[in-house]
C-alpha cells in the first residue's frame, strides 16, 4: 500500500509538471469517455434496463398480419381477439388497448389528451398498481357500472398541481363525467404518451361478428412459456379463424412479438450504430493520449535508465507508468462524466418523440459505474504500450549519451506510426458511415411529399360523442370551422382532413372496383381512406390531375357517393385509361359504393421514405368523422394566425379544445426525426474522430520534426534544399495516411452493410461517398502534415550547429 501510495504522489507530480500535457490529454479522454458514458445512458435507459412492469419479458404484444398486403403487424379485429381469448392456452391474461384523443374538463381549461380505451384486465396484465386508489377491477366498463377513469402521473402533477384529494373527483371525459378511481406511477409508459386510461368492453357475441380492424392487444405469458410457444399456438388459432371467417380473415395470421422489442424495436440499429461509433472516438483519443506519453517517454529516459541502474525492476517502472495513466485516466473520467451530464440533456432533446417518453434516462449509479470501469480500461490501453517501451530503454545506452538529447528507439518510432494509421482507419470508418447517412438523409429530405408544407398550419379537434353524437353535427361543426377560419384575414384556404399525412397510423381497408376481374379471399385490394372537407387540395396544394374534387353538390343525402382517388390507384387499376365514371365498392362495416369523380396527385401518408399507397379520399358529408385535423394556409407566418382560429373555434363551442398545433413543416420535420437523430450523432462523432486524428498527425509529424532538427540542420548545412526537406518530412505523414486510409477503406467496407437499414436509396458501398470522404481525409491529413514540414524548412542550421 505504501508502494501504490508513493507512485500515486509520484503520478501527480509528473502531471503538475506538464500541465499542457495533463490537460490535452485529459480533454481528449473526456471526449471519449463523455460521449460514450452519455449514450451508454440512453442505451440502458432504452435497451438495457427493463420495462418498470411485473416480469417484464412474460409481456407481449400480439399482432394480426397479412403479408400478401405487406402488414406484418396490424392492429386486431374485435371478432379475433374473441376467438383468441376463448381458444389460446399460452397466455395467463389478454387485454387490449385503443388510444384516441378525448377532451378533458374539470379542473382547469378544456383540453385533448391521449386517452387509452382499455379493457379492465390491462393493468392485471402489465402487473401495474395504481400509485394512489386503485386501477380497475372487472366491473368497471361493463354495461351500467359507474363511469370512472384513471390518470398518468404526469396529468396529475401538471393539470392537478399534485391535488392528493384527486381521487374520488369527477372529471368530464368527453362530455361524461367520470370519477377518478386512481393516478398511476410515473413508470407507467405503455401506451406511450397516454394521460388518461378509460375502462372499456367489447360485448363478446357483439364483437364475435364484427369486422375491422382497431386493437392492439397485450398478453402475458403463462410462467414457463416461451414466445416460441405461443407463436407456435396463435399460428394454429389463426388458420382455424382464417377457416371459419374467409371472407374476413383470408390470408391473415397472427404475430407475437415481445413488449420491449416493440417499444425500442425500430431504434435499436440506430443506436448499435452510435455505441460502436462513440467506440471508435475513444479508441482514436486513447491512441492520441497513447502518443502523447510515448514521446513523453523519450524525454524520461534518462531517468529510467538510472532507476534501473539503482535496481528497479521492468514490472516496477511498468507499474509506476501504469499508475500514472490510471491518474490520468481518473482525471479524464472525472471530466467525460461532467461533460456527459451536459451533453446529456442535448441527447435526450435530439431523441425522437415516441422514444423521449419510454425511460427516465439519466447519469445515474450504472452510468457513473460505467464511466469509472470505461476510465481504468482506456488507462490499461493507453498506458501499457508506452510503459513496455520506457521500461524496454537500454540503460547503457541512454546514460553514455550524456548531455545530449538521447536517440529514439525503432521501436518507439514505429508504434507511433502505428497509432497514427489506426487513428486515420478509424476516422475514415466513421467518416464514411456519417457520409452515408448524410447522403442517405438529404435523399430522403428532398423527396417531394404530395403537398406544399410551408405557411400551413395544423390543430386537431376530436368532437365528444356526448354532444356531437349525430354524424350531421359533426358535419356541421366542421364545415362552419372551415368556412370561418377560410374568412379571417391572411388566410389563403383551410381545410380538414381525418388523418394527416406523416402524422402516424391512419385508416385503410379493402375494396374491389366494379367491372374487374375479382380477386380470390384474401388478396382484395387495399386503400387508406381519408375524409376530407372539399377546400382541402386548396389547402394543402395537392394538384388535381382529372375529373374534378368535392363540391357542393356532394351533400350526405346526395343519391350517388362521390369519392376521388389518387395517382397510384389510378395507374394500377386503368392504366393508361381514365377512372373518372368508374365504381369502387369499400369494405366498411359494410359495402359503400362510390363513383370517382377525380383523380389527384400522390401524397406520401406514412413516411418520405414509403412509396405513396392506393388512397380513396371521401367528402366529409358522405363518410362522417368525428375527430379531424384542420389545415389553415396563410399568406405569412401560420403561428400569427393561431390565436384568431382558436378563437372561431371556441365562438362555436367554448369548451371544444384543440391539440397537436404544429405547422406543416414541424410535422414534416418530426416524421425524419429518427434519421436526423442518427446523422447529427453520427457526423458529430465523425467529425470529433477526425478532429483527433488530425491532431495525432500533426503531433507526431511536430514530435518527429523536432527530434529531427540536428539532422535536418546538418542537411541543408551539406546543401539540401529546402524543397527536399519538405518532401521528406510531407513523405512520412502522407505514407502513414496512406496506410491508415487504406486500412480505413477496408473496414469502411466491411462494417457499412450494418447500416443498410438505415439508407434510403443509396447502397452501402456508394462509390462516390467513399471517393468524397478518402478525398476529405486527405485535404486534412496534408493540412496536418504541412505545418510542421514547412516548419522544418525554415530551420537555420548555424543555429542548430551552434548549440549540438
Known amino acids: 500500500m505504501d508502494t501504490l501510495l508513493q507512485d500515486l504522489r509520484y503520478a501527480l507530480r509528473q502531471l503538475a509538471r506538464s500541465p499542457a500535457f495533463s490537460l490535452v490529454a485529459g480533454l481528449a479522454l473526456a471526449l471519449g469517455i463523455g460521449a460514450n458514458t452519455a449514450i451508454f445512458s440512453v442505451v440502458d435507459a432504452l435497451l438495457l434496463r427493463p420495462l418498470p412492469v411485473k416480469d417484464p419479458d412474460g409481456i407481449v ?7 400478401a398486403r405487406n402488414r406484418p403487424r396490424n392492429v386486431v379485429g374485435p371478432a379475433n381477439f374473441v376467438r383468441w381469448q376463448e381458444q389460446n392456452t399460452v397466455f395467463e391474461r389478454m387485454a387490449w388497448f385503443v388510444v384516441l384523443p378525448m377532451n378533458l374538463t374539470g379542473g382547469g381549461e378544456p383540453e385533448q389528451v391521449s386517452t387509452a380505451l382499455v379493457t379492465a384486465s390491462f393493468f392485471d396484465v402489465l402487473g401495474v398498481g395504481a400509485a394512489q386508489g386503485r386501477s380497475f377491477v372487472p366491473e368497471d366498463g361493463v354495461e351500467g357500472s359507474p363511469d370512472v377513469v384513471a390518470v398518468s402521473h404526469g396529468l396529475w402533477q401538471r393539470r392537478f398541481g399534485s391535488d392528493p384529494g384527486l381521487v374520488g373527483r369527477t ?30 368492453t367489447l360485448p363478446a357475441e357483439r364483437a364475435r361478428n364484427s369486422r375491422g380492424r382497431s386493437l392492439v392487444v397485450v398478453a402475458r405469458l403463462k410462467p414457463g412459456v416461451s414466445r416460441e410457444q405461443a407463436q407456435a399456438e396463435m399460428d394454429v388459432i389463426a388458420a382455424r379463424t382464417e377457416q371459419e371467417r374467409p371472407d374476413f380473415n383470408a390470408g391473415w395470421g397472427a404475430t407475437v412479438v415481445p413488449l420491449h422489442e416493440q417499444l425500442v424495436g425500430d431504434v435499436r440499429p440506430a443506436l448499435l450504430v452510435l455505441v460502436g461509433a462513440v467506440a471508435f472516438v475513444l479508441l482514436i483519443a486513447c491512441a492520441n493520449v497513447a502518443n502523447l506519453l510515448l514521446a513523453r517517454a ?65 447519469i445515474d449509479l450504472p452510468a457513473l459505474a460505467f464511466a469509472l470501469a470505461l476510465s481504468l480500461l482506456t488507462a490499461v490501453i493507453f498506458g501499457l504500450a508506452p510503459a513496455l517501451q520506457a521500461s524496454g530503454t537500454s540503460q547503457w545506452d541512454a546514460l553514455k549519451e550524456g548531455s545530449r538529447t538521447s536517440g529514439e528507439g525503432a521501436g518507439a518510432h514505429v508504434l507511433r506510426g502505428a497509432f497514427v494509421a489506426g487513428e486515420v482507419a478509424l476516422a475514415l470508418t466513421l467518416l464514411v ?27 386537431g379537434v376530436s368532437l365528444p360523442t356526448s354532444r356531437y353524437g349525430e354524424a350531421a353535427k359533426q358535419v356541421v361543426f366542421f364545415e362552419e370551422a372551415v368556412a370561418r377560419i377560410e374568412a379571417l384575414p391572411g388566410v389563403v384556404a383551410a381545410g380538414a382532413i381525418s388523418f394527416l399525412p406523416l402524422a402516424g397510423p391512419g385508416a385503410a381497408t379493402s375494396f374491389k372496383a366494379e367491372g374487374l376481374p375479382e380477386p380470390p379471399a384474401g388478396e382484395e385490394p387495399v386503400a387508406d381512406v381519408r375524409a376530407v372537407t372539399r377546400d382541402y387540395l386548396r389547402a394543402m396544394r395537392i ?39 368508374r365504381t369502387i365498392v369499400m369494405s366498411w362495416g359494410q359495402p359503400v359504393r362510390g363513383e370517382i369523380v377525380g383523380v389527384v396527385g400522390d401524397v406520401r401518408l406514412a413516411g418520405l421514405d414509403s412509396p405513396p399507397r392506393s388512397t380513396l379520399y371521401w367528402h366529409l ?41 404544429r405547422t406543416m413543416q414541424d410535422v414534416v420535420a418530426g416524421s425524419v426525426q429518427q434519421p436526423r437523430f442518427t446523422v447529427l450523432l ?98 486534412v491529413a496534408l493540412l496536418a502534415c504541412y505545418l510542421p514540414a514547412r516548419r522544418a524548412t525554415r530551420v537555420d542550421p548555424m543555429v542548430t550547429l551552434r548549440c549540438e
Open 682 to 779: 453520427l457526423g458529430l462523432f465523425a467529425g470529433t474522430a477526425l478532429l483527433l486524428a488530425m491532431l495525432g498527425i500533426y503531433g507526431v509529424m511536430a514530435y518527429t520534426v523536432g527530434r529531427r532538427t540536428r539532422e535536418i540542420g546538418i542537411r541543408l548545412a551539406l546543401g539540401a534544399g529546402r524543397a527536399d526537406i519538405l518532401r521528406s518530412v510531407l513523405g512520412r505523414g502522407i505514407a502513414l495516411t496512406g496506410v491508415g486510409a487504406g486500412l480505413g477503406l477496408l473496414a469502411a467496407a466491411g462494417l457499412s452493410r450494418f447500416l443498410r437499414s438505415l439508407l434510403f436509396e443509396v447502397t452501402p458501398t456508394d462509390p462516390w461517398t467513399f471517393a468524397g470522404v478518402t478525398l476529405l481525409l486527405a485535404g
Open 621 to 661: 358529408p358522405q363518410l362522417p368523422y368525428s375527430r379531424m385535423t384542420l389545415l389553415v394556409r396563410t399568406e405569412g407566418s401560420p403561428e400569427a394566425a393561431l390565436g384568431a382560429v382558436r378563437a372561431q373555434i371556441a365562438a362555436l363551442d367554448p369548451e371544444q379544445p384543440v391539440s397537436q398545433i
Open 543 to 581: 394538384p388535381l390531375r382529372r375529373g374534378r374534387f368535392f363540391d357542393e353538390r356532394d351533400t350526405a343525402d346526395a343519391a350517388v357517393r362521390k369519392v376521388a382517388v389518387d395517382e397510384t390507384l389510378a395507374e394500377r387499376f386503368w392504366p393508361g385509361q381514365d377512372p373518372v365514371g
Open 61 to 67: 404484444i400480439v399482432w394480426e398480419n397479412n403479408r
Open 171 to 200: 372529471v368530464s371525459v368527453n362530455g361524461t363525467p367520470r370519477t377518478v378511481v386512481g393516478v398511476l406511477p410515473p413508470t407507467l409508459r405503455l401506451p406511450p404518451g397516454a394521460e388518461l386510461w378509460v375502462p372499456s
Open 298 to 362: 523519450t524525454t524520461r529516459e534518462k531517468e529510467v535508465a538510472i532507476r534501473m541502474a539503482l535496481g528497479a525492476g521492468r514490472g516496477r517502472l511498468v507499474r509506476l507508468w501504469l499508475t500514472e495513466s490510471a491518474v490520468l485516466g481518473t482525471l479524464g473520467g472525472l471530466l467525460g462524466v461532467l461533460l456527459a451530464f451536459w451533453a446529456l440533456s442535448a441527447l435526450i432533446a435530439l431523441l425522437p418523440a415516441n422514444l423521449s417518453g419510454l425511460a427516465d434516462v439519466s
Open 433 to 459: 458511415g456519417a457520409g452515408l447517412l448524410i447522403r442517405s438523409f438529404a435523399r430522403l429530405t428532398s423527396v417531394d411529399p404530395g403537398f406544399r408544407s410551408e405557411n400551413l398550419l395544423t390543430l
